[in-house]
């Protein structure tokens, strides 16, 4: 099991920076439903604590769902942490594709944050954010690698499962508190047997037809 370290935080925070922005999306894979970004602001102070809660803390795909739970309550009720999450549409996804949807949660989620002082920006991923001053850095598979962006995992993951599960009430057919969206057999089952609904992807559902 590979932890991520808070090496490069903690370098960071020793040349001067006060907050620590760790930003991470979900749902990108899925067949139905908004993706989701999170930003999570971390302050210099979080890292001189011992947080023996949230030892073993780690990517959110690496967690069962008890265990995100856990870690989401632990981090959001931390002074020394603010977090913002936002999601891109299914009609925004459809429309603009799924990597500007991501770019556009990300950004939105940066700016709702409203931290300016002293702050830098980890991204997981390859791809900068534009429109923000902020000094940042894209790392591939930062999520595994960065305890910030883990953070950022955790959170966005559990926000989005809970909402992929009030849908699941509001659309029952298709199981979506089971699979999130997904596409599992049984999820792409329903779809061949009753069609599509208004949570559909098209832009996605059009690649699993060809």
């Not at 210099?44 to 769902?65: G, I, M």
């Not at 429309?95 to 002082?117: C, D, F, P, W, Y």
Request: aromatic content about 8%.
């Amino acid at each position: 099991m590979i932890l991520p370290t808070k090496k490069r935080e903690l370098a960071l925070l020793d040349s001067g920076y006060d907050y620590i922005i760790g930003i991470d999306e979900v749902g990108v894979g899925c067949i139905a439903g908004p993706v989701t970004a999170c930003a999570v602001a971390i302050h210099r102070d979080f890292y001189q604590k011992t947080n023996k809660n949230l030892r073993r803390l780690r990517d959110s795909k690496q967690l069962s769902p008890e265990q995100r739970e856990k870690y989401c309550t632990e981090l959001i009720k931390s002074r020394y942490l603010k977090y913002i999450v936002h999601s891109s549409s299914v009609s925004t996804i459809d429309r603009l594709g799924i990597s500007e949807a991501i770019h556009q949660a990300m950004l939105k989620a940066v700016q709702k944050l409203n931290v300016t002082k002293r702050s830098f920006v980890l991204i997981d991923g390859q791809k900068r954010i534009k429109k923000i001053k902020l000094p940042q850095q894209t790392i591939v598979k930062g999520d595994v690698k960065i305890f910030a962006i883990a953070c950022a995992s955790i959170i966005a993951k559990v926000h989005r499962d809970r909402l992929m599960s009030q849908y699941g009430k509001k659309f029952p057919i298709y199981g979506f508190e089971q699979h999130k969206g997904y596409p599992t057999p049984l999820h792409k089952k329903k779809i061949q047997d009753i069609g599509p609904c208004v949570l559909h992807r098209k832009s996605f559902l059009r690649r699993l037809k060809s």
